[in-house]
């Protein structure tokens, strides 16, 4: 009796670790699949679904704009290179309909923007975080405004264009000189929406936007490319038609430069119909200010598979650790892309992240990721896969530091609402310390290992029954092999039944785990295996198993001088099924 209780206090005591270590706090950091990139830190939780913006100063502290989900006001936060929060505030305004925000780091200080009840707003931080610019609604008295992009040139001043939604467009311009508005905002096209802004190293400003007039059937994106960044009227060349119906949806467009090109992306997500949630993701380029020699309009695909092979890559510009050839990619490709974005500097390579709908989770299922393709002279040279997340990682956005280490966030939905926000870099301050295992970090690990095996052992006696259904009615009609001969020693009858009932066994498990040679052992549960660990554990743990399975029922049978084929498949059965299980059993919950 005692040892009963002992026995169900020891599991009670388990249990309870378990749960803690798996439950524990849900914005937990998470692994990246990419070598070189640091975890991904949760940065706290906002209101709205738009990319998280990042800035960056000289020093490299990183700032972050948040709207805070339960009031609704500006929430900021800076951290230094190693993640220590530097400061934290909230505007003490309460936004209504907020939407898009964005910050810059300009001349010392914080730029910020952001839409409530569709007004454009401004206001600028001091490097602590002390208010220097009470807010100024920059576009009241124009449209209502559903779309902004704001570039900065190289006199420090802000190009801000703005437009409408979709139903009542129009696309304005107007220039922002140490926060004093120069002049009236511009019309630039009476039907445009969704403009996008980059000044390249020359300071010329290159701006693509939407032109759709409501109810037009078909939708052109338009390029202007202004030296010196001044705006003026009647630049603008047509770079793609394209017919949409008006319950598909198009994402973008967005642009990016390199040295020696434009980078256009967009895509069409189709909403119903048989095609209903196919999305197209389609690019083009063009030298700078030469619209008229755009290329054809290629698909954009990137691998769905996470399990990748990365190589060191010394031809990037930007410090991003190994990356996998985009030539030596395996299909399946998948162009369900979009969320596309690209950093505001402009290189020798053009890096851009995206919302990758069809990423390979786990055993025939999939799940929206953030991954990363590195662009030069026009064609995609690597790919990195970045979260692996089992809620859907969309809207990303990107930035670059002055040595060209990378910084990333994206959203997941949060609980009951808004989207916890991950940021993950390659700066090594940043990647040092949030790549540090605590012992936080190694419970977590561990109770995620067990709990995963738990919950596979949990199905063995159903499994196992079933797998040695066959093998056991093979042991029976195989006896007239043994006809005769002692039980009580190992006869060739005897060898041969129980050969055949392995046989049988193995075909039945591999009908049931036909990837069992393909899945990596553990590799959902433990985030930093090794790359060379994976080959050894792929094909060693099904191999380790069997071997237990078959020493286990050798030395409870042949070895005691008992050689009954029935006895030894069953103690074969049992072992085999429950360590399979143990490890490979989660494969059965994903059915």
């Not at 640091?38 to 209101?47: E, F, K, L, V, Y």
């Not at 970045?386 to 530091?401: E, K, V």
């Not at 433990?526 to 069997?546: A, D, F, K, M, S």
Request: aromatic share 12%; hydrophobic share 45%.
């Amino acid at each position: 009796m005692k040892w009963a209780q002992k026995k169900g206090g020891w599991l009670g005591l388990i249990g309870l670790w378990v749960l803690v270590a798996c439950g524990g706090n849900a914005a937990a950091s998470q692994w990246v699949r990419a070598p070189g990139w640091s975890r991904a830190q949760p940065i706290g939780i906002t209101q709205v679904g738009d990319p998280a913006p990042i800035a960056l100063d000289e020093a490299g502290n990183s700032y972050f704009f948040l709207v805070d989900r339960e009031s609704s006001r500006p929430h900021l936060l800076s951290y230094t290179p190693d993640m220590t929060l530097r400061w934290e505030l909230f505007l003490p305004i309460s936004l209504q309909l907020p939407d898009k925000p964005s910050l810059f780091w300009q001349d010392g200080g914080l730029d910020i923007y952001w839409l409530s009840e569709q007004i454009l707003y401004y206001s600028r931080l001091s490097e602590a975080g002390e208010s220097l610019r009470e807010p100024l609604a920059l576009s009241k008295g124009q449209v209502g405004v559903a779309y902004y992009a704001v570039a900065y040139d190289q006199q420090g001043t802000a190009h801000i264009w703005f437009a409408g939604p979709r139903r009542e467009p129009g696309l304005y311009a107007l220039r922002l000189v140490r926060g004093t508005v120069a002049a009236a905002a511009t019309l630039v096209d009476a039907a445009g929406i969704a403009p996008v802004l980059r000044l390249d190293p020359q300071n010329s400003l290159h701006a693509v936007w939407i032109h759709h007039p409501p109810g037009d059937s078909r939708l052109t994106i338009f390029y202007a490319g202004y030296a010196a960044a001044a705006y003026q009227p009647d630049q603008a060349k047509s770079l793609i038609e394209t017919p949409i119906s008006s319950t598909s949806i198009i994402r973008g467009p967005t642009i990016g430069l390199d040295d020696n090109l434009v980078y256009l992306f967009w895509s069409i997500e189709i909403r119903t119909g048989p095609s209903a949630g196919v999305v197209n993701t389609r690019y083009v380029t063009f030298p700078p200010g030469q619209p008229e020699n755009v290329s054809s309009p290629l698909l954009l695909t990137a691998p769905t598979s996470a399990d990748l092979t990365y190589t060191p890559w010394p031809e990037g510009t930007f410090v991003a650790g190994s990356r996998v050839p985009f030539a030596q990619t395996s299909p399946p490709f998948s162009d369900a892309l979009n969320h596309i974005a690209s950093g505001r500097a402009a290189a020798n390579e053009l890096p851009i992240v995206f919302h990758h709908t069809e990423v390979q989770y786990e055993y025939r299922q999939t799940r929206g990721q953030i991954a990363l393709l590195f662009w030069q002279h026009g064609e995609p040279t690597t790919y990195q896969l970045l979260s692996f997340s089992n809620r859907s990682a969309h809207s990303p956005f990107l930035a670059s530091d002055l040595t060209n280490h990378l910084y990333v966030t994206w959203l997941e939905a949060a609980a009951p609402s808004g989207f916890q926000i991950y940021f993950t870099s390659t700066a090594p301050e940043t990647v040092t310390a949030l790549n540090r295992l605590s012992g936080q970090d190694v419970s977590r690990i561990s109770g995620t290992i067990l709990f995963g095996m738990l919950s596979g052992i949990a199905l063995s006696p159903l499994v196992v029954f079933i797998w040695l259904i066959g093998p056991v009615f093979v042991t029976g009609i195989s006896s007239f092999f043994r006809r005769g001969e002692d039980e009580h020693r190992v006869t060739t009858g005897g060898v041969i039944s129980i050969i055949l009932a392995l046989t049988v066994y193995w075909l039945i498990k591999l009908f049931s785990l036909p990837d069992i040679f393909v899945i990596i052992p553990f590799a959902n549960w433990v985030p930093i295996l090794p790359v060379w660990l994976n080959e050894i554990l792929r094909l060693g743990v099904p191999l380790l198993v069997t071997f237990l399975g078959l020493f286990t029922a050798w030395w409870f049978t042949i070895k005691r001088q008992i050689a009954s084929p029935l006895y030894f498949i069953l103690l074969f059965g049992l072992v085999d099924g429950v360590l399979t299980m143990a490890v490979y059993g989660f494969l059965f919950y994903n059915l």
